[in-house]
């Protein structure tokens, strides 16, 4: 099974036909943004696993990220902003026991408005 993490339209053209893939596809909701992603696993006889789709059986989601999720890309957006500037240093996310420590890692930063 392959994995695509991201989409970019470079993308298309490094789909291996009849392969299976997982990945967001963020199509469910119609959204047109990788409608030419979708046709081309069409045409190149691709499976796709979507975790936008996978539910149990009383209809929740199995994989969602949610909240969090926004938490850490907005921190890997103010990380990296450190990064490339040199004003800070931050850590990742994954390297914090809880989320009140996180927090506190925000103040006294200075950004930019």
Do not use: W
């Not at 850490?72 to 809880?98: C, D, P, Q, S, W």
């Amino acid at each position: 099974m392959q994995s695509v993490t991201g989409y970019q339209r470079s993308s298309v053209k490094q789909l291996i036909a009849n392969k299976e893939y997982l990945f967001f596809s963020h199509t469910r909701k119609k959204q047109p943004h990788n409608r030419e992603l979708m046709n081309a696993m069409m045409d190149k006889g691709i499976t796709l696993v979507d975790y936008e789709c996978m539910e149990h059986e009383d209809g929740q989601r199995i994989i969602g990220f949610g909240f969090f999720a926004g938490i850490v890309g907005a921190h890997n957006g103010i990380m990296a902003f450190g990064k490339r500037t040199g004003a800070y240093h931050l850590g990742r996310v994954a390297e914090v026991k809880e989320y009140s420590e996180l927090i506190h890692t925000y103040f006294g930063l200075k950004l930019p408005n």
